[in-house]
């Protein structure tokens, strides 16, 4: 049966692309899907170990900066939407290693721009669609206006930290080489828009939780220190505070708005979930304890503050109104369900952590697929 489209996933064996990736496969049989991702240290293929043998999945290894490939491989698959989530999304890394980030989220992301304009311009861009991934972290910080909490904010309209919210007209303020760089990417994305027509959207979403993330951002990292009772290192004083959202409605989220969002806009996602850093800790040691029949308070020993990130954002919120309001998304997953069921899923994975952590899996699969 030929497919009714070809859509290319950029970064689909990272974290959220992967769920992506996923999601995408097994409800729309009638479309290719073609996975494109450099497997850099955070690419990982066992992400998708279930839909690998599927007839509409096709991994592709490349990179977004390779621009002669990155044409070919639209054009030899006829590709006609792409969802690109592919990018260097550690904002510690990003303090080290700013070179990288600008490489790949600026260069990368206007390499496939242009490729895809190349194919897609001459045909006036019909049926397509370039939908690029970006991150509340362009918007900056926000102020922490009730370091205590008030959990009854809401009901005033504000958040429990603060009252205000990152919405899509808040001013691009960003302040990590990461966040600058994702900024920048969006920015370019727009220009395409503005410029030569080409059918894009944009969404900017707050931090994302589940399996499969890279053990180096805060909650697989905390787990599997727990686990292996090792030191929990909470930067500053762990006011920071986080705005979070289950992975899997992200991706519910990226479906409804690759299908159905408005072209040139933007939508802000996030589950108006504000958590303070060292709250959610104690809840990740909480959960993590009972689940692994440790008595309660056995870890709390653990929590280890130690030197602050550089620039390190004091808050993020979402407000993700319109998106809800245009489009009737809202996340379906509590916060507390979420965090049990992604507790669990570490636990219970721990070869898949074993690996990452390990390398070994980035050997694995290049002997797999002769890479
Ligand atoms: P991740 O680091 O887990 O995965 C990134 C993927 O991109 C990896 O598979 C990697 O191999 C691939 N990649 C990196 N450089 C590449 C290149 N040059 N060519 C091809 N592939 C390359 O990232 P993530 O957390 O899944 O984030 C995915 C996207 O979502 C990013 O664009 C990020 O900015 C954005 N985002 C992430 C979050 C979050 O909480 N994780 C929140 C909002 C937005
Ligand atoms: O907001 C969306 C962003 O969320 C995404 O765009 C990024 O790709 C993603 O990495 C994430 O960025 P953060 O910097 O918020 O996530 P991270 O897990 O690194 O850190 C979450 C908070 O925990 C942050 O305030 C820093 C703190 N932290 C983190 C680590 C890794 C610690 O206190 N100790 C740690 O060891």
Redesign the pocket.
Known sequence: MPFERTIMI??G?????SHVVRLFVNKYPQYRIIN?????Y??NLANLKDVEDKPNYKFIK????DYEEIKKIISTNNVTGVIH??????VDRSIVDPFTFAR?NVM?TLSLLQAAREYWEPSGWSACRFYH????EVYGALELTRPEGDPQASECGGGPFGDDFFTETTRYQPHSPYSAA?ASSDHFVRAYHDTYGMPTVVTN????YGPY??PEKLIPLFINNIRHRKPLPVYGKGENVRDWLYVEDHARAIDLIFHEGKVGETYNIGGFNEWKNIDLIKVLIKTADRLLGRPEGADDDLITFVTDRKGHDMRYAIDSTKLNEELGWTPSLQFEEGIEKTVRWYLENQDWLDNVTSGDYLRYYERMYKL
């Open positions: 950029t970064g064996a990272g974290f959220i692309g494109l991702d450099k497997l850099t955070a690419g490349a990179d977004i900066c989530l592919a990018a260097e999304s550690h790949t990368g991934i970006s991150t509340d994702k979403c707050s931090n994302n993330q890279f």
